[in-house]
């Protein structure tokens, strides 16, 4: 329903559409495009970034910015060098979760992308549904899973160590 709904909003008519004509720009093309699905993919993953970054952020004692600004620090000193690194854990598990959901999606580039807007999960279907090329295409479905496996083991131990650093704290 989501996606049908962008299908609709980034039309050719759609409201966006005429909104960017109502400002100036002609000619915008957003559906079938790499463009509709970042937008789209953007829309269903946000959440999903946010989510882990405001639950670390929402725990970090914000006595630490005023103390960095009481020792002579900027605003964007203190955030730079106080607020941003021990919120990094957050940043680190909403990507890791955006990036597995992504490598799944399917529906989304699909109907906003188009047959150009090739993503790994769509290569993988055509492989096995259209090519026929089952080998090919459960090779492709191994290095995905192998991958997601890699980037698991390669972020568990920077998570264990931010997480030890916070406890010390």
Do not use: C
């Not at 915008?28 to 993919?41: A, H």
């Not at 854990?89 to 890791?96: E, L, M």
């Not at 597995?100 to 399917?106: P, W």
């Amino acid at each position: 329903v989501r996606t049908l709904s962008w299908v609709i909003l980034l039309q050719d008519s759609g409201v966006i559409n005429s909104l960017l004509r109502a400002a100036g720009f002609s000619g915008v093309k957003l559906i079938r495009t790499q463009t509709g699905v970042v937008i789209g993919m953007a829309q269903v993953l946000l959440p999903f970034m946010i989510l882990p970054l405001y639950s670390v952020m929402k725990g970090i004692d914000l006595r630490l910015m005023r103390a960095a600004r009481s020792l002579g620090a900027s605003p964007f000193r203190a955030f730079f060098t106080v607020y941003l690194p021990l919120s990094l854990p957050g940043v680190y598990a909403g990507a890791i979760i955006v990036f597995i959901l992504a490598l799944g999606f399917y529906i989304t580039p699909a109907l906003l992308g188009g047959p150009r807007s090739t993503m790994l999960s769509t290569l993988v279907q055509t492989q096995v549904l259209s090519l026929l090329q089952w080998g090919r295409g459960g090779a492709m479905g191994v290095v995905l899973l192998v991958a997601t496996f890699l980037l698991l083991a390669l972020a568990a131990p920077v998570m264990r160590s931010r997480h030890r650093e916070a406890g010390r704290r």
